[in-house]
Structure formats: structure tokens, C-alpha cells
């Protein structure tokens, strides 16, 4: 696991722990990844849900933990996620 800082607007940094994510979980987040930047898939289904997805899948936790966070963090917490996996050798 590695703490990570979440910055944005409209709320005070936090710091996150993420996983070190392996081959098969790497390629499920490149794929969710893929599908936010992809207009084909948000029309149908919004932006927030594979935020959401991300931001679970990177972090670990439960949906009951991912929970306490707000829409405006959990989309912080996915864009870091994918700032993270590009800096990964």
C-alpha cells in the first residue's frame, strides 16, 4: 500500500492509501480508465460510474468504506489513480 495525496477544489487534501496493483488488476483499471475517457461509454452510464469503480478498485476498500467519501472526492481520488498508474514503470 501507498499513501497518496488528494488535492482538489472544493475540499481539504487527504491522503489515501492505494494498492500496488498487479498485471490483472492493473489491466481491469486500464480498462475502467479507458471507458471514463470515452464518450461512448459515459453517455450511457455517466462519468461518476467508473469513477467509482476506480477509485475502488485502487484503494481496496469495501463500498460501505468508499462510502464516507463525497462525488467530488471520489472523482479526485480516480484522477490521482490514473496520475499513479502512468508514473508506474
Excluded: W
Aim: charged letters at 35%; proline letters at 2%.
Amino acid at each position: 500500500m501507498n499513501k497518496v495525496k488528494i488535492k482538489g477544489e472544493g475540499f481539504d487534501d487527504f491522503d489515501i492509501e492505494f494498492i500496488e496493483p498487479l498485471y490483472e488488476e492493473r489491466q481491469r483499471l486500464s480498462t475502467l480508465i479507458h471507458r471514463v475517457r470515452t464518450p461512448e461509454f459515459t453517455d450511457k452510464k455517466g462519468f461518476l460510474f467508473y469513477c467509482y469503480d476506480i477509485a475502488k478498485a485502487i484503494t481496496g476498500m469495501s463500498g460501505k468504506e468508499l462510502n464516507v467519501y463525497n462525488d467530488i472526492k471520489i472523482t479526485a481520488i480516480s484522477v490521482e489513480a490514473i496520475n499513479y498508474l502512468a508514473k508506474k514503470k
